[in-house]
């Protein structure tokens, strides 16, 4: 089960949250907050990431 983690303004800043926390090996999903039928480059997205591992993405952004 996924939980969003982190809502963003735009597809350019969702892949950016993607890559910082897939590159300390937390798998990340991008969800469209109004669907996917009206998702674009300026959609907001939810930064969405596992269940129970929300810690290691707050862990994650610490280090930074």
């Given at each position: 089960?996924?939980?969003?983690?982190?809502?963003v303004n735009t597809l350019i800043a969702a892949q950016m949250w993607?890559?910082?926390?897939?590159?300390?090996?937390l798998p990340v999903r991008l969800l469209p907050v109004n669907g996917i039928l009206y998702?674009?480059?300026n959609t907001a997205f939810r930064v969405m990431v596992p269940r129970g591992r929300e810690h290691v993405a707050?862990?994650?952004?610490?280090?930074?």
């Open positions: 089960m996924w939980v969003g983690y982190k809502t993607m890559e910082i926390l897939e590159g300390e090996g998702a674009s480059e707050d862990e994650i952004l610490r280090k930074l």
